[in-house]
């Protein structure tokens, strides 16, 4: 029984923007018609995906609110930084309440 492979004998083919000249080996021709389709199907989807508005929206809208699109919270630095402002201003404001009232 032979382990022979077929696609290791065919020769190697133009990539999909190389022209392929003037071939006639069907092999050749294959390979770059597969080539090509991968081309165009990766083409498709990154232009699928420019064109993907309301993704590009929630994406962007999720970054902002430091909230990974699974829901899950991913606090920014900025976020960070106007929590800690937010409870020093809470602090300060107590320790007047108290002060005050022992005065």
Do not use: C, N, Y
Request: hydrophobic fraction near 45%.
């Amino acid at each position: 029984m032979s382990t022979h492979d077929p696609a290791a004998a065919r020769p190697a083919a133009p990539g999909p923007r190389e022209p392929l000249g003037d071939t006639t080996d069907p092999d050749v021709i294959e390979a770059h018609i597969a080539a090509t389709r991968q081309d165009l199907a990766e083409t498709i989807d990154a232009l699928g995906a420019k064109l993907d508005v309301r993704t590009r929206a929630s994406d962007r809208v999720h970054r902002a609110l430091g909230v990974a699109p699974d829901g899950e919270p991913r606090p920014t630095k900025a976020t960070q930084a106007v929590l800690a402002g937010a409870v020093a201003v809470a602090a300060f404001a107590a320790a007047v309440v108290v002060w005050r009232r022992d005065r």
